[in-house]
């Protein structure tokens, strides 16, 4: 059987009296994209918090590369290729597309020379760049700068500069977020061919890209996963159904 590249066992995390996490198990299998749904407050966000290091659960582990990182921090895990995006974004708006893909992939290398320009000088880093930014389809964008980019290609930029970590396993929260139809459909595509680069974890709310994208589906609600399978599996879950999905998104 193949090794999941990361599990999670039993976590529990409280705030006060209200349980956001109770006794969750949840595992990344390599090529997969594994999604998370459930409704507000159930626990999504506190989850992935706990997996990307943010939060340290009360009991339970963490296993990322068959590691325990469980007491490790945010930028330990990060740099074991652990990349999560889109609520904590690193983008320096003021800098090009190619300028914060040249950081990125100069921090992943260890590159520091202290000034950007020397940097964008150092053909390696910036032929690296240009491939990782070509890749999520930001193909001739490399001089605008990152504030002016629409709101889709912030996103691709963002995931650019994760390729840059060359990440083992991707987070990601939402990714779908305020995209609209066209730009659902595009990150959709991305996300698609993403999980050929590591396995996705993967927080959202939209259904029909859940539904289109998603190997396997975990449901959250109250802290505790109700059910996790393929998404035939869930769509005919009648306890999911009940507690999360309604009738209309079952068709
Ligand atoms: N730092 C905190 N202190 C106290 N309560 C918290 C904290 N963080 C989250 N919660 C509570 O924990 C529960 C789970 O919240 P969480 O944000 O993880 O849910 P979610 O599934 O991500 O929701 P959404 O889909 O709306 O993003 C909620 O009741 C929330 O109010």
Same mark, same amino acid.
């Given at each position: 059987?193949?090794?999941? =590249?990361?599990?999670?066992?039993?976590?529990?995390?409280?705030?006060?009296?209200?349980?956001?996490?109770? $006794?969750?198990?949840? !595992?990344?299998?390599?090529?997969?994209?594994?999604?998370?749904?459930?409704?507000?407050?159930?626990g999504?966000?506190?989850?992935?918090s706990?997996?990307a290091? !943010?939060?340290?659960?009360?009991?339970?582990?963490?296993?990322?590369? /068959?590691?325990?990182?469980?007491?490790?921090?945010?930028?330990?895990?990060?740099? *074991?290729?652990?990349?999560?995006?889109?609520?904590?974004?690193?983008?320096?708006?003021?800098?090009?597309?190619?300028?914060?893909?040249?950081?990125? =992939?100069?921090?992943?290398? /260890?590159?520091? *020379?202290?000034?950007?320009?020397?940097? *964008?000088?150092?053909?390696?880093?910036?032929?690296?760049?240009?491939?990782?930014?070509?890749?999520?389809?930001?193909?001739?964008?490399?001089?605008?700068?990152?504030?002016?980019?629409?709101?889709?290609?912030?996103? #691709?930029?963002?995931?650019?500069?994760?390729?840059?970590?060359?990440?083992?396993?991707?987070?990601l929260? $939402?990714?779908?977020? /305020?995209?609209?139809?066209? !730009?659902?459909?595009?990150?959709? #595509?991305?996300?698609d061919?993403l999980?050929? #680069?590591?396995?996705?974890?993967?927080?959202?709310?939209?259904?029909?890209?859940?539904?289109?994208?998603?190997?396997?589906?975990? =449901?959250?609600?109250? !802290?505790? =996963?109700?059910?996790?399978?393929?998404?035939?599996?869930?769509?005919?879950?009648?306890?999911?159904?009940?507690?999360y999905?309604?009738?209309e998104?079952?068709?």
């Amino acid at each position: 059987m193949t090794d999941p =590249v990361l599990s999670v066992r039993n976590i529990s995390k409280s705030f006060g009296a209200l349980k956001a996490s109770d $006794e969750v198990s949840i !595992g990344l299998l390599p090529g997969e994209i594994h999604a998370l749904i459930g409704p507000n407050g159930a626990g999504k966000s506190t989850l992935i918090s706990q997996i990307a290091g !943010g939060l340290r659960p009360d009991s339970g582990t963490v296993e990322f590369l /068959g590691q325990d990182v469980t007491t490790l921090g945010t930028a330990a895990r990060a740099r *074991m290729g652990l990349a999560r995006s889109f609520q904590v974004s690193s983008v320096v708006p003021d800098f090009t597309v190619l300028q914060n893909v040249v950081l990125a =992939v100069q921090g992943a290398t /260890g590159h520091w *020379m202290g000034f950007l320009r020397p940097v *964008m000088k150092a053909t390696g880093l910036t032929e690296a760049a240009i491939n990782f930014i070509d890749q999520v389809g930001l193909t001739g964008r490399y001089t605008i700068h990152a504030a002016d980019l629409a709101h889709g290609e912030r996103r #691709k930029l963002e995931i650019a500069m994760a390729l840059a970590l060359s990440p083992k396993a991707f987070l990601l929260d $939402e990714p779908m977020a /305020g995209l609209g139809v066209e !730009g659902t459909g595009e990150m959709t #595509k991305l996300l698609d061919q993403l999980r050929h #680069k590591a396995p996705i974890l993967l927080v959202e709310h939209d259904m029909d890209a859940v539904f289109k994208l998603a190997d396997r589906i975990s =449901v959250l609600v109250y !802290g505790r =996963v109700i059910a996790t399978g393929s998404v035939d599996e869930i769509r005919t879950n009648s306890e999911v159904q009940r507690a999360y999905l309604g009738e209309e998104a079952v068709l």
